[in-house]
């Protein structure tokens, strides 16, 4: 999965960007606790343990 494709689902579940540097982009929640890091260039896959990550943080479910 894209980088711009997990930032795309974090929105949707009401993710905000708070903080941008370099190829590092940190989100909040309204509701829920804790800040997600999405890293890397846009158009480059997120590895999958990385991914497996942010779903936990983000307090989402996997994706297959």
Request: proline residues 3%.
């Amino acid at each position: 999965m894209k980088a711009r494709d997990v930032i795309k689902r974090l929105e949707a579940d009401g993710w905000y960007r708070i903080r941008s540097k370099g190829g590092h982009r940190q989100f909040k929640h309204t509701v829920k606790k804790g800040r997600v890091t999405v890293a890397g260039q846009l158009n480059v896959d997120v590895p999958i343990k990385t991914l497996k990550s942010i779903w936990k943080q983000a307090q989402l479910p996997e994706e297959d």
